[in-house]
Each structure stands twice: as C-alpha cells, then as structure tokens.
C-alpha cells in the first residue's frame, strides 16, 4: 500500500513501465529457448539408435536439429571468438540493448 502523500511523476512513471515491458519478454525468451532446447535434445535422443546404424535421414534430420539447436543457443554462428556459447538475447544485453531488438 503507498501512503496517503505519496507521488510519481508522468517521467517516472513511463520509465517504470518500460522498464517492467523490457523485463518480460527477456524472461520469456529465455524460458521458450530453455523449452526448445529441451524438446531439441528429446528428438535428437529418439533418433540415436537410427543414426548409429546409418540411416541417411535420421542423419540428415539430426544436423538439422543440432544446427537449430545452435542457433536458438547463439553459437551456431558467431563473428568474433568470444561470441560462441552466448545467447542472442545475452549477446545483446551486452551490446547495450535491453529489449528485444533485430540483430
């Protein structure tokens, strides 16, 4: 509960709302990447058996699934060596943008 004389400007306030919107969909992407990741990993798993026997399509799919895998993590592709192993949404707090921005 705020007290009685309590008082926010128009200034704060519009820095508070967006600080709260920059937070959530951060926190969401991560979760969903958390989820794909997981799900990736289950697929990739099903399909071990066929790959070890050599199953040209259970092969090709397994790249498929591991390149995807790489690129929601953010070292499938990377321009400098200290980038492999950040997410994209990491990579980008770190270059100084704190909502969702096009890379």
């Not at 498929?64 to 707090?93: C, E, W």
Request: with cysteine; glycine share 10%; aromatic share 6%.
């Amino acid at each position: 509960m705020l007290r009685a004389n309590y008082t926010l400007s128009v200034g704060g306030a519009f820095q508070a709302f967006h600080r709260a919107l920059n937070r959530e969909p951060a926190i969401a992407a991560e979760e969903y990447r958390e989820v794909d990741t997981q799900r990736l990993e289950d697929w990739l798993l099903s399909l071990a058996g066929q790959i070890r026997a050599g199953d040209p399509d259970a092969i090709r799919a397994g790249v498929t699934i591991l390149k995807h895998k790489a690129n929601i993590n953010g070292y499938g592709s990377f321009n400098k060596p200290g980038d492999v192993g950040i997410s994209p949404m990491r990579q980008r707090r770190r270059e100084g943008c704190t909502r969702p921005c096009r890379t």
